[in-house]
Each structure stands twice: as C-alpha cells, then as structure tokens.
C-alpha cells in the first residue's frame, strides 16, 4: 500500500476505534454496538479494492482484538475484518465510479450480518459461547439496523477522504459535473430519488439549448 494510504488508513481507524470504545458502546443500545470500525473498513476497501481492504481490515480487526476493553482472542477479529475488507473491495468498479447508493447499502447489510456470524462461528470453535446467550438472532438484526442508519454519516465521507488522499481524479467535483453522481452523493441522494450528477447535466444542456435558439433568432432578425 501507499505511504499516505497507510497514514490515512491509520488516522481513520484510530479514531473510529476511540469512538466506538469511548461513545457508542458506552450507550447501552439493545443488542449490538453500532460498528463503526466496521463501516471505516468498508470505505476504504470500496475505494482501495480487495488487497487494500484485505490489509486494512486486518489492521483494524487485530488493533481492536488488543485494544482494552477487549476480551476475546487475539486475532479473532482481525479474521473477521480481513474477510470483510476483502469481499466489500470485490464492489469496487473497474472505472472507480458507483452510480448509486445500492450497492454500497447491500455491502453493509451483508457485512453486518456476515462479520457478526463469523465472529460468533469463530468463538464457537474457540469455546466463546456468549453469543448463544445473547441471543444470536437479536444480534444479526440490530447490528444491521444500527450499522445502516450510521452509515450515511460514515462511508461517504471516508470514502471522499481517501480519494482526495490518493489523489483520486474522482475526487475533483469539476471532473464529475457532467457524468454520472459519484457514490457519495449519490448515497445522501437516494432517499429523494434525485441524481445530483443528472440535475446538473440537465441544467447545463437547457442552458446550452437556450443560448443556441437565442443565437438563431438573432441571426433571423439580422437576414431580415
């Protein structure tokens, strides 16, 4: 990997682990935390690939198995993450480019629910039972619940991050004006049903039309 994915990479997990550890599990929601760790993981995989994602997750996954207050095996998520990481950079375009916010949303429920499942199938091989306690159904559906009501506010704007950081051509909104919307507006987006990329395009061709008919009247008067 790059030098400044690497340095943005870091920033982003260190800070998204502090949060988690710091805030969102200190909320006390039924069942799962929200992820945000997770959700980090997946921005940076659907812009970096699946060997990016791959190295990222289990940069993340092993930070969190040593980070306090964990109290499972070492490892264990840095697995989960590691297979996550590389699956959600499977989504990534030859082009760079998502037209819409599908895909990314149908990325996070799988891995919501494909990372709490292999995290309970691999404490099961280790004797960790405490998902059997909790409730492993309860589990599945409010970690899909609460990773996607986050997500609107997290991977776009990771995802912006780094390809600014990576020097992404994507990333030049002057580039992107005519085509189609990029990912991250396409996400804030999608709940309207508008297409920011699509308005725009329109505008400026109504624009280039009106200039053009203008012109020819003008041209008419003048033969007259």
Not at 117 to 127: K, M, N, T
Not at 133 to 158: E, I, K, N, Q
Not at 163 to 178: C, H, K, V, Y
Not at 201 to 211: E, F, L
Request: net charge positive.
């Amino acid at each position: 990997m790059r030098v400044n994915r690497i340095l943005l990479s870091s920033a982003l997990i260190v800070v998204a682990l502090v949060i988690q550890v710091s805030v969102l599990a200190r909320l006390h929601l039924p069942g799962a935390v929200p992820d945000l760790l997770l959700l980090t993981v997946l921005a940076l995989a659907m812009v970096y690939g699946h060997i990016g994602g791959a190295l990222v997750g289990f940069g993340a996954g092993l930070l969190a198995d040593l980070a306090p207050p964990a109290d499972h095996a070492a490892g264990r998520y840095a697995l989960v993450l590691c297979v996550v990481g590389y699956l959600a950079g499977l989504v990534k375009p030859e082009n760079g480019r998502l037209k819409s916010a599908t895909a990314p949303m149908l990325v996070v429920v799988g891995a919501a629910i494909g990372s709490t499942l292999l995290y309970a199938s691999v404490g099961a091989l280790v004797g960790d039972t405490a998902a059997r306690h909790v409730g492993l159904t309860g589990l599945l559906f409010s970690a899909t619940v609460y990773d996607l009501l986050l997500a609107p506010f997290v991977v776009p704007g990771v995802m912006v991050l780094a390809r600014r950081a990576d020097n992404d051509p994507l990333a030049e909104s002057t580039s992107a004006a005519g085509k189609a919307a990029d990912i991250s507006s396409g996400w804030l987006s999608s709940g309207t049903g508008l297409r920011v990329g699509g308005q725009r395009g329109g505008i400026k061709m109504r624009a280039v039309r009106a200039r053009a008919a203008r012109a020819g009247r003008i041209k008419g008067v003048k033969r007259l």
